[in-house]
């Protein structure tokens, strides 16, 4: 009988030992899938709890844009103003991979201004970096429809392969938008990209 006593709790101990160790590892569970989640904006140019993007990241803009889903591009200097004051060199940065041969300081050339406020394809940070990086054409061929025409109506070149790092065209967009009139840019002013309908034929 004593025995019998004996073994009756020991499964009673175990039982409740298993019951407990399950319910355990349930709960870490959950927890390691909350932690592994991280906060992704909805690309509409105003959150800064976002996965991507992080200042000096020496990520080429081509393989960011392969990475990154559509509208999840965010610039790590949401504070353009302040940059164009601090660093002098932010205008060289535009230069040097060729923007002023076409589109001279900004003001305009052979190919629009950059200084008018005017976006032809939106103005988040997902849709700037993208067409910088991609070209109109590879823009396009992302899904994103263009809204509006200037005077000039070729496409814009990729530029991905001449603009080496990230962070390099991250700063190319800052000089971009510190030289548009004020409440143009995000979040005063935002113009999201307009993607094409499923299934749609892109645009020549």
């Known amino acids: 009988m004593r025995n019998l006593r004996g073994m009756l709790i020991a499964l009673v101990v ?3 030992g298993i019951i407990g160790g399950g319910l355990w590892a349930s709960q870490a569970a959950d927890e390691a899938s909350s932690e592994a989640v991280s906060p992704v ?4 140019g105003t959150s800064t709890d976002t996965v991507c993007c992080k200042p000096g ?3 080429p803009p081509l393989e960011l844009v392969k990475q990154v889903p559509l509208g999840d591009l965010h610039s790590p200097y949401p504070d353009y103003k302040k940059m164009a004051e601090d660093d002098p060199d932010l205008v060289k940065k535009f230069r040097l991979p060729g ?3 076409c589109h001279g300081g900004g003001g305009g050339g052979i190919c629009p201004a950059l200084s008018q406020g005017v976006w032809f394809w939106g103005n988040t940070d997902d849709v700037l970096f993208r067409l910088i990086s991609l070209g109109s054409v590879g ?3 992302q ?3 263009r809204i509006s025409y200037g005077t000039v109506k070729a496409p814009m070149p990729a530029m991905g392969q001449v603009i080496k790092t990230s962070d390099q065209l991250w700063k190319i967009i800052a000089f971009i938008r ?3 009139p004020p409440g ?5 002013k935002v113009i999201p990209a307009r993607l094409k309908p499923t299934g749609a034929d892109s645009p020549n």
């Open 14 to 16: 175990l039982g409740g």
């Open 178 to 180: 510190s030289i548009n």
């Open 99 to 101: 923007c002023n041969e």
């Open 143 to 145: 899904g994103v429809q």
């Open 57 to 59: 990241d020496q990520t």
């Open 184 to 188: 143009t840019n995000p979040p005063e």
């Open 139 to 141: 823009l396009e061929e």
């Open 41 to 44: 904006a909805a690309g509409d």
